[in-house]
């Protein structure tokens, strides 16, 4: 099975800052990595899909990349909207996807 | 409006079962893969089974496999999960999720329904 890690945990941030999310896939994946916000009590939401693909509607100050074993999402100016936990998904294996442990955004 | 709308949640001894439904509505339906996916309280998401648009590939995570029976009904546009033998770590809020045709990723969820297994 593959495993996903992400890290950090937990980020300590204010509103402005470039912040930066890592996620690594125990084998290569290609680019079949998608990320997810998670606000507390609501369902997840897709952000990037195809490692760097934006879903529609989402903020331009949010990006991805990477492919193979290495990916991050980045958010180029921090907004208070963006305080919640972010999962990235590895949908390479024929069937459903290995989350990562997320990673929490908070305030500093 | 795309919608999906989960229920049949609630409170279950260990050993019982209980069946999840999703109804999906503003789409399609029977054009896409769909899934269920878990959240235990504070913790992370999980993978719990998905099943192709026409039912002809299904699969489980290996936690539930064995246990649990995902199906679903294109004519009711609804998705279903039967739970069996459930466990204590069973318990977590459930969501039924769609995935996109061309690029795998979930992108309609619904709101979740709880399920709690406890004596």
């Known amino acids: 099975d593959i495993q996903m890690t992400q890290s950090p945990s937990t980020l300590s941030a204010s509103v402005g800052d470039r912040v930066t999310i890592t996620c690594r896939a125990s084998q290569s994946i290609s680019s079949w990595l998608a990320w997810y916000q998670q606000k507390p009590g609501k369902a997840p939401k897709l952000l990037i899909y195809?490692?760097?693909s934006l879903e529609s509607g989402v903020p331009s100050r949010f990006s991805g990349s990477g492919s193979g074993t290495e990916f991050t999402l980045t958010i180029s100016s921090l907004q208070p909207d963006d305080f919640a936990t972010y999962y990235c998904q590895q949908y390479n294996s024929y069937w459903g996807g290995t989350f990562g442990q997320g990673t929490k955004v908070e305030i500093k | 409006e795309v919608q999906l709308v989960e229920s049949g949640g609630g409170l279950v001894q260990p050993g019982r079962s209980l069946r999840l439904s999703c109804a999906a509505s503003g789409f399609t339906f029977d054009d896409y893969a769909m899934h269920w996916v878990r959240q235990a309280p504070g913790k992370g998401l999980e993978w719990v089974s998905g099943i192709s648009w026409n039912s002809g590939s299904i699969g489980y995570a290996d936690s539930v496999k064995g246990r649990f029976t995902i199906s679903r009904d294109n004519a009711k546009n609804s998705l279903y999960l039967q739970m069996n033998s459930l466990r204590a770590e069973d318990t977590a809020l459930y969501y039924c999720a769609k995935q996109t045709l061309h690029t795998d990723a979930f992108d309609i969820w619904g709101q979740g329904t709880m399920v709690t297994v406890s004596s």
């Open positions: 195809k490692a760097s």
